[in-house]
């Protein structure tokens, strides 16, 4: 099977059964290969599962040798907008296609990302008809909350992750979105970790973890 975006996928070790999957969605300027890294560490925790980390649709405007979600050459909220739904169209379509190949239902598959990744996660993680196992996301935003205020059809559990010394994308991002997500009535856990920039550490890592693993 052809899936619709390149990817980089670890599967099982040792001819274990695939019973969960987590798709990992990139930063701004990443790739598949890079985010996939996380796996390294959970997949000894999580024998049964298949990590999918997908390519960006679009090459980065910025960085040639890498991928974007959405452009963010334009500081305009509403071109914004409109191409991370353009993103959330073919992030679905893939997740269908993963479905399909590994045989799986929503609720054994969970949604993270990185970044412009963890922005996509929420969005497309929300707007499902049907909820997933969960969704966790390292320092990212709500794209545009009143927007996804009116197409959130589900209250799929979030974990959100990020580091206080965030100069890309300010820990404020981190309260906006656990009161926007309280407000929409879906249960939301935080962790702010000290003197952390743009980046995923190690207690970020073992956190989110921790949290799939009670999710599967």
Request: hydrophobic fraction near 35%.
């Amino acid at each position: 099977m052809t899936f619709c975006l390149n990817s980089t996928i670890i599967k099982p070790e040792n001819g274990f059964e695939i019973k969960n999957a987590v798709i990992l969605l990139h930063g701004y300027g990443g790739d598949g290969k890079d985010i996939s890294m996380l796996s390294l560490n959970w997949k000894r925790h999580m024998p049964n599962t298949v990590f999918i980390c997908p390519n960006g649709h679009e090459i980065c405007a910025i960085n040639p040798s890498g991928f974007q979600w959405f452009d963010l050459t334009k500081d305009d909220p509403n071109y914004i907008l409109e191409q991370s739904i353009k993103a959330e169209n073919k992030i679905q379509k893939f997740i269908n296609e993963s479905k399909q190949k590994f045989n799986l239902t929503n609720d054994r598959i969970c949604l993270s990302g990185f970044s412009q990744g963890c922005m996509m996660s929420l969005n497309v993680g929300l707007i499902s008809e049907e909820k997933f196992s969960c969704i966790v996301g390292f320092s990212g935003k709500i794209i545009n909350q009143n927007n996804l205020k009116e197409r959130i059809k589900n209250s799929t559990d979030v974990l959100l992750i990020h580091g206080d010394a965030d100069q890309v994308v300010p820990s404020t991002y981190l309260l906006e979105a656990k009161d926007f997500l309280i407000r929409c009535s879906v249960e939301v856990q935080t962790l702010l970790i000290k003197n952390c920039d743009h980046h995923i550490p190690m207690e970020a890592s073992s956190t989110a973890l921790n949290y799939i693993l009670k999710k599967f």
